[in-house]
């Protein structure tokens, strides 16, 4: 399978814990796009990686959250202290550099449950 | 800032019968992406269909059809002959295509409408 991936699919903790999730995206694809839904909404994006720099991060992104991508290969993000209000769905998606056709790569996505 | 509006929570048809989807969306750009996604109770997100800004031609695939209209700004999806498996939530999404920007691949995405199917 050379799709996106995400693990863990489901992540149940308690709050005040921290977590991570991992994502690789497709091999050849430089750009990483981390976004969170909550149920019955859009996904919001939260940020954006360009090989390994980081271009832009969503002002819903608190400074509990990192995300990181090392080596330009797989990214993790992170929520410290984690919050009842950070339950959602992570969703992660990669695409082409310039000259793609637009299209994002989503992965299955991590399920955060913060009791 | 872009702004997507899908102002349709639900809709409804029958099996083998027509369905329109609506989206509209806000930008001060001329060239750019619209995308349909289909979002199955998987929740793995599925592209259904792609149109490019600056192509006047409404894009098609297979049952699925756009109503693209550049100055009002809306961006309908058509589902012909629906079937038991398109039924799942819909997002209309708006990404830009200037190269190079910041914000070059980010897809914005509208609130959404969850299409049943009914046999």
């Known amino acids: 399978d050379t799709g996106v991936s995400q693990n863990p699919r489901h992540k149940i903790t308690k709050r005040g814990q921290n977590v991570t999730f991992r994502c690789d995206p497709i091999?050849?694809?430089?750009?990483l796009y981390w976004y969170r839904q909550t149920l019955g909404q859009g996904p919001e994006f939260l940020t954006y990686?360009?090989?390994?720099?980081?271009?832009?991060k969503s002002r819903l992104l608190s400074d509990r959250f990192s995300a990181e991508r090392p080596k330009g290969s797989f990214s993790t993000l992170e929520i410290q202290r984690t919050e009842q209000g950070d339950s959602a769905m992570y969703l992660c998606?990669?695409?082409?550099?310039?000259?793609?056709?637009?299209?994002?790569?989503f992965g299955s996505g991590t399920q955060l449950s913060v009791l | 800032a872009q702004t997507v509006t899908q102002s349709q929570p639900e809709m409804s048809v029958q099996e083998a019968e027509t369905v329109t989807l609506s989206c509209t969306y806000d930008?001060?750009?001329?060239?750019?992406?619209l995308f349909w996604y289909k979002q199955p109770p998987s929740r793995q997100m599925i592209l259904v269909i792609r149109?490019?800004?600056?192509?006047?031609q409404n894009a098609t695939e297979n049952r699925f059809s756009v109503n693209f209209q550049k100055a009002a700004k809306s961006f309908s999806l058509k589902i012909s002959d629906s079937q038991l498996g398109d039924a799942a939530m819909y997002f209309c999404?708006?990404?830009?295509?200037?190269?190079?920007?910041?914000?070059?691949?980010?897809?914005?995405f509208g609130q959404g409408t969850i299409l049943t199917v009914h046999p």
């Open positions: 998606a990669s695409s082409p550099g310039t000259g793609g056709t637009g299209k994002l790569f």
């Open positions: 091999s050849e694809h430089n750009r």
């Open positions: 990686f360009q090989n390994e720099a980081q271009l832009e």
């Open positions: 930008t001060s750009e001329s060239d750019y992406y």
């Open positions: 149109q490019e800004a600056y192509k006047q």
């Open positions: 999404a708006y990404r830009s295509a200037y190269a190079g920007g910041t914000s070059y691949g980010k897809l914005t």
